[in-house]
Antibody, heavy 118, light 105 residues
Framework: EVQLVESGGGLVQPGRSLKLSCAAS????????MAWVRQAPTKGLEWVAS????????YYRDSVKGRFTISRDNAKSSLYLQMDSLRSEDTATYYC???????????WGQGTLVTVSS | IQMTQSPSLLSASVGDRVTLSCKAG??????LAWYQQKLGEAPKLLIY???SLQTGIPSRFSGSGSGTDYTLTISSLQPEDVATYFC????????FGSGTKLEIK
């Protein structure tokens, strides 16, 4: 059974940093592109960042470029999101997801809530 | 690419045939997925490539469409289908629609 378990969320002040982790199991992690998708409270879904099988290629939405860094450790079957210079508009539940062959998000974790507030 | 879902709220009776709409701002070549999100849960993939049913999803769910206009159909609405449904295009980067909230009348 595919499992994705996020951790690392919490309350953080604007301008500070936070690192999210996602532990994967039940599938061959290195066979999948991975992504982070977020959802602000009572809002819709928003893709944040994606990473290739070996981590050699990364992609970001414009609003987080230069502030967020996606990475992975295939030996540990883990995905990460380093978030720096956090803003109030980054407040959301962050989901770890697998990416299907052409770009759909096949499996999702339960999410971790990040609240950016003073 | 802008994705517009309609209606934003839909109320239907158990057993009804329900149709949800998703319109893209440009041709997305069937690169469209549908997700179901129940209250307090993560989204779940229902349909990918516009009409391919994800493994384990009940056959009452189906997807159709082409070009800019796509539809998710539930052939016979069940109580457990109460949720918000999102569409997603992945033809050019990726964007989601704003969702359709489905309620039981």
């Amino acid at each position: 059974e595919v499992q994705l378990v996020e951790s690392g969320g919490g309350l953080v002040q604007p301008g500070r940093s936070l690192k999210l982790s996602c532990a994967a199991s039940g599938f061959t992690f290195s066979d999948y592109y991975m992504a982070w998708v977020r959802q602000a409270p009572t809002k819709g879904l928003e893709w944040v960042a994606s990473i290739s099988y070996d981590g050699g290629s990364t992609y970001y939405r414009d609003s987080v470029k230069g502030r967020f860094t996606i990475s992975r450790d295939n030996a540990k079957s883990s995905l990460y999101l380093q978030m720096d210079s956090l803003r109030s508009e980054d407040t959301a539940t962050y989901y770890c997801t697998t990416i299907g062959n052409y770009g759909w998000f096949a499996y999702w974790g339960q999410g971790t809530l990040v609240t950016v507030s003073s | 690419i802008q994705m517009t879902q309609s209606p934003s709220l839909l109320s239907a009776s158990v057993g009804d045939r329900v149709t949800l709409s998703c319109k893209a701002g440009q041709n997305i070549n069937n690169y469209l997925a549908w997700y179901q999100q129940k209250l307090g849960e993560a989204p779940k993939l229902l349909i990918y490539n516009a009409n391919s049913l994800q493994t384990g999803i009940p056959s009452r769910f189906s997807g159709s469409g082409s070009g800019t206009d796509y539809t998710l159909t539930i052939s016979s609405l069940q109580p457990e289908d109460v949720a918000t449904y999102f569409c997603q295009q992945y033809n050019s980067w990726t964007t989601f629609g704003s969702g359709t909230k489905l309620e039981i009348k």
